[in-house]
């Protein structure tokens, strides 16, 4: 009986990883919309916006300081960010939840980045900052099983397209 209890106890969080992967991947989907439209406000080449569209890769390095002028023109699109550029958390809520299941991923997601925040606070220049932020809350996202493959972003990409 112990053992039937854990097996489903297991088959559940690896079912509320995918879950959490799944709603990854459309948010993802749908903040890259405004990738393009960022582009050139930011300065970023069309080497890194090409490199930018396969974000959860393993071998692409979000190290670009462009990068993280465009995630802040990104994030105001959607109004994610407050006036200092960093994090609106009740926007981000709001953002993340409006997506299939998002509840399942709101409170894991701000926290992350929120963490990330935090081990960055001190960088004055907004986009260093926010490129740190992100490279951090990928490498803890991939950690803690919440990051999308790519085959699922490409799946829902067309959706917000």
């Given at each position: ?59 692409f390095e979000v190290v670009h300081r462009e990068l993280g002028c465009a995630i802040i023109c990104m994030s105001n699109k ?84």
């Amino acid at each position: 009986m112990m053992l039937c209890q854990i097996a489903v106890l297991v088959l559940g969080a690896v079912g509320l990883v995918r879950g959490t992967a799944e709603v990854m991947s459309h948010v993802t989907a749908h903040f890259g919309q405004a990738l393009e439209e960022c582009r050139e406000e930011s300065g970023l080449s069309a080497e890194v916006l090409e490199e930018f569209q396969h974000f959860w890769r393993e071998d692409f390095e979000v190290v670009h300081r462009e990068l993280g002028c465009a995630i802040i023109c990104m994030s105001n699109k959607f109004s994610l960010m407050q006036e200092d550029s960093r994090m609106h958390h009740v926007n981000m809520h709001d953002y993340v939840k409006s997506f299939p299941d998002g509840q399942v991923l709101s409170e894991k997601m701000v926290g992350l980045i929120h963490n990330c925040e935090k081990k960055y606070d001190d960088l004055e220049d907004d986009c260093d900052r926010v490129v740190k932020v992100a490279a951090c809350f990928k490498r803890d996202a991939k950690r803690d099983g919440i990051a999308p493959e790519v085959t699922m972003i490409e799946a829902v990409m067309e959706k917000y397209m």
